[in-house]
């Protein structure tokens, strides 16, 4: 190669969807999806995250149509009053939180007896019980899970391929032979791009977490300067999907992760072709949530290189009204799946496969085009 060529990636705040020539009705629009044959009246799951997700988290998301996914490798499963921890977490200063983080995540192994626990909690509460691993602990932690009951069980790095190299004795995951052994669905994240969104496709997945470093609490693409804009990414793992769906005759779904601060970010998401999202932030803000008004990611405790922030979001509302309304804000902030509704019926389509062939446009001024006033009195979208 003479000369490296540059190739334009979009964010999710540079894109607009175009309205159609018809508009329809919200009670005809459906924006429930299936994926690994679950329905899921809401195409949403909650980020596998501490400040996010705990046993009644869980419950409330699958009572209300979404999904929450349990981290078997955070303070639900090495602590047994895991409420202590969180209150710390967020008490402690912004200068000394990575230390105590760091502290929290590794004075305490992940326990077994705790795993159980929480899933027969999520069950006794009536969730959907979905829990999630690194690829490095899978093998332990997968077929434990599918006999104690769960439903779902989610492979998720912060970049996971098919094809890895070491020098370690330890034998990498083998997603294919994992899939197959497995009793219960496998879901496989993160990816970003068109390559490894096929090659993941072939392995026995039912379903791909797609988006590199965009999450609110994620510093990635500030420590390593890895990532593909989520527009951009969607598009292509799109592509792949489509694809893989042609030659094989399987719909493997993907699920937009990361990026998507409000229901405005969750239908450009699912325009540019996902099939779901998993959101943390937005829901790291309800009442219920373990947080206590902060939201952290998973990589944030990392030994030697953490590569995430505690930001506070705050609490704003309840997990009802997050999810189902009524709304009590005008930023997109509330009544989510209504969000959804209203956007697909303005845009003319039912359901969210039709939601894919929408039009639409590149537009870097749809946030501040006649938004001034909002802007400088910080309300609406500029909240």
């Not at 060529?5 to 964010?11: L, Q, S």
């Not at 020539?21 to 044959?37: C, F, K, M, R, W």
């Not at 969607?234 to 094989?248: G, K, L, T």
């Not at 072709?273 to 008004?293: C, H, Q, R, T, Y």
Request: aromatic share 4%; proline share 5%; with cysteine.
């Amino acid at each position: 190669m003479i000369k490296k060529e540059f190739t334009r990636a979009y964010g999710l705040n540079e894109i607009a969807l175009v309205p159609s020539t018809t508009t329809i009705d919200p009670e005809l629009v459906d924006i429930s999806v299936e994926i690994a044959g679950l329905k899921m009246e809401i195409p949403m799951f909650a980020s596998a995250m501490d400040s996010v997700v705990n046993p009644e988290t869980a419950a409330l998301i699958s009572k209300h149509g979404g999904i929450g996914v349990l981290n078997l490798e955070g303070v639900q499963t090495r602590y047994d009053n895991p409420d202590e921890i969180l209150k710390k977490i967020a008490s402690v200063s912004k200068e000394k939180y990575v230390e105590l983080m760091q502290s929290i995540y590794q004075q305490n192994e992940v326990k077994e007896e705790l795993i159980l626990k929480r899933i027969e909690e999520i069950k006794q509460k009536g969730g959907v019980v979905a829990v999630s691993s690194t690829p490095q602990n899978a093998e332990l932690y997968g077929p434990l899970c599918a006999k104690a009951g769960a439903d779902l069980f989610v492979v998720q790095s912060t970049v996971v391929s098919t094809q890895f190299k070491t020098i370690s004795t330890k034998k990498p995951l083998n997603l294919k032979a994992f899939c197959s052994k497995m009793t219960i669905p496998v879901l496989v994240g993160n990816a970003s791009t068109n390559e490894v969104t096929m090659d993941l496709m072939s392995t026995g997945i039912q379903g791909i977490f797609i988006g590199i470093g965009p999450g609110a609490a994620c510093t990635t693409r500030g420590v390593l300067g890895i990532g593909v804009p989520m527009a951009t990414a969607i598009v292509d793992a799109a592509a792949a999907r489509n694809s893989y769906y042609q030659v094989s005759g399987n719909y493997v779904p993907i699920i937009a992760d990361g990026g998507i601060v409000n229901s405005g970010d969750i239908c450009k998401a699912l325009a540019c072709g996902a099939d779901a999202v998993m959101i943390g932030s937005p829901l790291a803000k309800s009442f219920e949530a373990p947080g206590n008004g902060f939201h952290w990611g998973m990589a944030t405790p990392n030994s030697v290189l953490p590569r995430g922030a505690r930001i506070e979001v705050g609490s704003i509302a309840s997990l009802q009204e997050i999810l189902i309304g009524p709304s009590k804000s005008d930023d997109g902030s509330q009544n989510i799946s209504g969000a959804i509704k209203l956007a697909l019926a303005t845009l003319g389509v039912e359901t969210i496969k039709q939601l894919h062939d929408v039009e639409v446009v590149i537009a870097p001024s749809l946030l501040t085009e006649g938004k001034i006033y909002q802007k400088a009195q910080s309300l609406g979208m500029y909240k």
